[in-house]
């Protein structure tokens, strides 16, 4: 019988795969307030019931689609937390990822999806500040994403023009000074 439960198991992780993917394209199409659990299960084509069953109410459900991990490659060696930074910006002004595009919408026009990404951002920064080594860390790290968010919603969503004109590698080589600088020891005192 290790057929039918990995069959199973398999069938369980497809349908949660489609359920988010399907929440994540609703969320970002719509944002929080227009997107319904009826709406994403239809997408999915999967049962309501089930979309509650695997993510619970709305909040966690958006929750889920607005998260995302940036991960460095594995074999590029040490990474610094600006190439950090400027890898998961490459990423979202090279095309904005569903769960980035949901999260921006939604926490702008509602308070649930706000609060919601509120807590995603601060997981974020929570992250790159263990990564910086400077007593003030967690604010370097709060700086680093707020240009980060600055510049892709002026890009993705305010359709900047001399934003969307440049590359991602120019806009990544002028930005790597201030974040290199963001990301150092040295305290800069007022």
Request: glycine share 4%.
């Amino acid at each position: 019988m290790p057929d039918a439960e990995t069959s199973r198991s398999t069938q369980r992780r497809d349908t949660q795969k489609r359920i988010l993917d399907a929440a994540r394209t609703l969320f970002a199409e719509r944002g929080y307030e227009r997107t319904t659990i009826r709406g994403i299960a239809t997408l999915a084509s999967a049962d309501p019931r089930l979309v509650s069953h695997y993510y619970g109410a709305k909040e966690q459900l958006f929750a889920a689609a607005v998260r995302h991990d940036v991960e460095p490659d594995a074999g590029a060696g040490p990474i610094s937390p600006a190439e950090v930074m400027l890898e998961n910006l490459g990423m979202k002004i090279s095309g904005l990822p569903e769960t980035s595009l949901a999260m921006f919408r939604s926490m702008l026009t509602h308070p649930e999806a706000a609060e919601l990404a509120r807590a995603e951002i601060d997981d974020r920064i929570r992250s790159l500040a263990s990564m910086i080594s400077a007593d003030d860390a967690d604010l370097r790290a709060a700086l680093l994403l707020a240009v980060t968010i600055g510049v892709t919603v002026a890009r993705e969503l305010v359709e900047v023009a001399e934003l969307r004109e440049a590359s991602p590698a120019a806009i990544a080589a002028i930005l790597l000074p201030a974040f290199d600088a963001l990301t150092t020891s040295d305290r800069i005192e007022p």
